[in-house]
């Protein structure tokens, strides 16, 4: 009797080890799933925005947002739905005790992350560069020029103000239209 006392206080021991165990590897899996839910929100929620910053552009029909934005938002939400798949994914390995495969889609998820703060931080100096100092509008002023540098590099006005256009000669005069303008 003494014997089965002793071997059921061993098991219930190492049962007792395992569950703490178990437990103390089971705040980290939710951990994983908890944290990726709310990455993927915020990003979701970023996407929104740079969303309605569009539509906002469009509205305007600013050329200059609508090039900041555009094609970040499409990798964005690519970028999302791979994220979301692989939530999903973490989820299930995490469920079925496969740590090796949830720590991988979880460095995966976290990579996503990176690349999709990068895309948003892109946008916002893209923004911020737009009529900044050595933005795009002084880049397009010195490739185009303005017009007061036209002016004073054209040589032919070099010294003369603008002045109301000359005449046509008589030469370059058209003809009557009608016939009756002709015989009168």
């Known amino acids: 009797m003494k014997r089965l006392i002793a071997l059921t206080v061993v098991l219930l021991m190492v049962a007792a080890a395992v569950i703490v165990l178990a437990a103390n590897e089971e705040p980290g899996k939710t951990n994983m799933i908890e944290s990726?839910?709310?990455?993927?929100?915020?990003?979701?929620e970023m996407a929104k925005r740079m969303d309605e910053e569009l539509l906002q552009a469009r509205q305007e029909q600013n050329t200059r947002k609508i090039e900041c934005i555009g094609d970040r938002l499409t990798s964005l939400k690519k970028l999302i739905a791979e994220s979301d798949g692989l939530l999903q994914k973490?989820?299930?390995?995490?469920?079925?005790?496969?740590?090796a495969e949830a720590q991988e889609t979880y460095a995966r998820l976290q990579h996503n992350r990176q690349l999709?703060?990068?895309?948003?931080?892109?946008?916002e100096n893209c923004f911020n560069n737009i009529n900044a100092e050595g933005g795009f509008v002084e880049?397009?002023?010195?490739w185009i020029g303005t017009l007061e540098n036209e002016m004073a590099q054209d040589p032919t006005q070099q010294g003369q103000e603008p002045t109301?256009?000359?005449?046509?000669?008589n030469e370059f005069t058209?003809?009557?239209?009608?016939e009756e303008d002709e015989e009168g």
């Open 36 to 44: 990726s839910k709310s990455m993927l929100a915020k990003l979701n």
């Open 90 to 99: 973490l989820r299930a390995f995490s469920m079925q005790q496969r740590t």
């Open 116 to 123: 999709a703060l990068q895309l948003i931080k892109m946008v």
């Open 139 to 142: 880049t397009l002023e010195e």
């Open 164 to 169: 109301a256009p000359e005449p046509l000669p």
């Open 174 to 178: 058209p003809g009557p239209v009608s």
